[in-house]
């Protein structure tokens, strides 16, 4: 299932600048606004410390940028020059920046699974104008559907998403065959983080995961989750 753009503001590119960060820094909020974008990285400690970021936990951070070029997915990463320049919080260009993801075109299909009296799809989200995995940040808006206990989702690359919904204990099934797509669909190369991430009512947190020598996934689940699966989940 394609889910095409509903129609944002038309950027303007203009010719590429050689220096984008100063060309940036020359123009007004309104004139930027709609090729801002939010891009995931593993470790963003080699970016310095000064970029518009959201840090998940070391290994995961979401970087508010720029966009340079509509052909690919060339961006600038974006830093504190640019929030004191236009006189703007960071919280302030990061919704503007979600905002513009609602309209970037992705497909999503349900993944067919094994595991035993699953009651919920695996789903695998592929970016189609811009690389898929930034949506976990929206995952509400992907989803569509009520979800008071989240979603666990992993990231085999930066334009793949895989989650599930959680709706009972019978979800927890599907964590062993969620970790063993991820293996599957991972390309060459390191994926954006091999941790299993849980959304929950907008929070997004990182657990570490391990191939289980029965075939399964260990992971390093934070206390809340461990809550979760053990005490609020509905049979």
């Known amino acids: 299932m394609s889910h095409p753009p509903y129609g944002p503001p038309q950027p303007a590119y203009g010719p ?30 080699a970016l310095g410390t000064d970029k518009l970021a959201y840090s998940i936990n070391p290994q995961l951070t979401a970087l508010l940028c720029y966009r340079t070029n509509p052909a690919n997915y060339e961006a ?3 830093d504190v020059r640019h929030t004191q320049q236009w006189g703007l919080t ?5 919704f503007a920046a979600l905002g513009n993801l609602a309209y970037e075109r992705y497909d999503l ?38 979800m008071p206990y989240g979603a666990v989702v992993m990231l085999p ?47 997004v947190t990182g657990m570490s995961t391990q191939p289980d020598p029965g075939g399964g996934v260990g992971i390093r689940q934070s ?4 809550f979760l699966l053990d005490h609020e989940l509905p049979d």
Do not use: C
């Open 16 to 45: 590429p600048p050689n220096d984008v960060h100063r060309w940036l820094l020359s123009q007004p909020f309104p004139a930027v606004r709609p090729n801002l974008r939010v891009i995931l990285t593993g470790d963003p400690s």
């Open 223 to 226: 206390p809340e989750f461990s």
């Open 109 to 146: 299909k349900a993944f067919p699974t094994s595991a035993p009296n699953a009651d919920t799809p695996v789903q695998v989200l592929i970016g189609q104008t811009w690389p898929g995995t930034a949506h976990v940040m929206r995952l509400v808006d992907v989803v569509r559907e009520p």
């Open 157 to 203: 690359s930066p334009n793949t998403m895989i989650f599930a919904v959680l709706r009972s204990k019978r979800s927890a099934s599907l964590l062993p065959f969620i970790y063993n797509t991820f293996q599957s669909l991972r390309e060459d190369g390191d994926p954006v983080t091999d941790q299993m991430i849980w959304w929950r009512g907008g929070r």
């Open 90 to 94: 960071k919280q302030d260009v990061w």
């Open 76 to 78: 600038a990463v974006l």
